[in-house]
């Protein structure tokens, strides 16, 4: 029999303050983009994906992600960027702040006793805002007015399949 699994990943969730501010942003988008919205209530940063997980293995997985210091920080979303290979149009961050990338090295410490293997690329945090993207006139987009993301938490998602579309449920939120 094979041991039931489901598809994780950390994430930071945003507040509805900063949902609410991406809205608004992407309301300014030209309305001819390629691709398909991405649904607001999938809007995050992966911190780190693990992919397919033994469900056996959740309560390990929670202790270890328990068990790091979750610094308070926050970063500030202020640029959009495109990546023609995963077809993805991102919003993103021209600088992204120490105790993010201190989070995501702790993650990957942390995980890797229990098989987890960190990914290899270098960590370049993003919210991915329309998928099936092939092209697109960055130089043409309106300026991003810089939007504040306070961090306090992160979470562990599951990521659920549901005909064309895919789920995203919170599982565990972490704090400080
Ligand atoms: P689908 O793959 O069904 O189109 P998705 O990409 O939104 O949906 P997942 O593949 O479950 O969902 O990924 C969840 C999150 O992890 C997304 O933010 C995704 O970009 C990110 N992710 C997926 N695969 C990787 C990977 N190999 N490395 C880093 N991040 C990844
Ligand atoms: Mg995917």
């Known amino acids: 029999m094979v041991a039931p699994s489901e598809r994780l990943f950390f994430a930071l969730w945003p507040t ?3 949902v609410a501010a991406i809205q608004q942003l992407q309301a300014q988008l030209p309305p001819n ?17 693990l992919g397919q997980w033994p469900v056996a293995q959740r309560p390990a997985l929670l202790t270890a992600a328990e068990s790091l ?6 970063l500030t979303l202020d640029q959009f960027g495109h990546w023609a290979k995963p077809r993805i149009f991102w919003l993103g961050l021209s600088e992204a702040p120490a105790p993010l990338f201190e989070l995501v090295q702790q993650l990957n410490t942390c995980l ?7 990914e290899s690329r270098p960590y370049c945090p993003h919210v991915t805002l329309r998928r099936d993207v092939s092209r697109i006139e960055l130089q043409s987009l309106p300026r991003v007015t810089p939007i504040d993301w306070p961090v306090s938490s992160f979470c562990l998602v599951r990521s659920m399949a549901s005909g064309e579309r895919t789920r995203y449920e919170v599982v565990w939120r972490f704090e400080g």
């Not at 210091?69 to 926050?74: A, V, Y």
């Not at 890797?112 to 960190?118: A, D, E, M, S, V």
């Open 33 to 49: 983009l390629t691709g398909r919205a991405m649904p607001v209530e999938t809007w995050h940063i992966t911190l780190a994906f």
């Open 16 to 18: 509805p303050e900063v």
């Open 69 to 74: 210091s979750m610094p308070e920080f926050s």
């Open 112 to 118: 890797q006793p229990l098989g987890y293997q960190p």
